[in-house]
């Protein structure tokens, strides 16, 4: 079973800068949602990003203006750069891949991402 693999997380202080990476380790033909979800403690998982093969995007309300999502179709990778971090953008952070959009068929085990001073 191919697997998606993360990185890029880490600690940063408020208004800092990371940039996340998802590749898989095997190969997965005609991809064609790539997203971000994230996971805070004591709560659900919700959906950050998303982004087709044509380069359309879409966001959570809490993440426009700051975080930017993109793909590299030749490498099947995908990327999340966030900016302006805050700490409530505290959370691990999941790419999800699939054939469709928010139904997600391959899942990556997630990349902590801690926003604190």
């Known amino acids: 079973q191919v697997q998606l693999v993360e990185s890029g997380g880490g600690l940063v202080q408020p208004g800092g800068s990371l940039r996340l990476s998802c590749v898989p380790s095997g190969s997965i033909f005609r991809v064609y949602a790539m997203e971000w979800y994230r996971q805070a403690p004591g709560k659900q998982r919700e959906f950050v990003a998303g982004v087709t093969p044509g380069g359309n995007t879409h966001y959570t309300d809490s993440v426009k203006g700051r975080f930017t999502i993109s793909r590299d179709n030749s490498k099947t990778t995908v990327y999340l750069q966030m900016n302006s971090l805050k700490p409530e953008d505290t959370a691990v952070y999941y790419c999800?891949?699939?054939?469709?959009?928010?139904?997600?068929?391959?899942w990556g085990q997630g990349t902590q991402v801690t926003v604190s001073s």
């Open positions: 999800a891949f699939g054939f469709v959009v928010a139904a997600p068929k391959y």
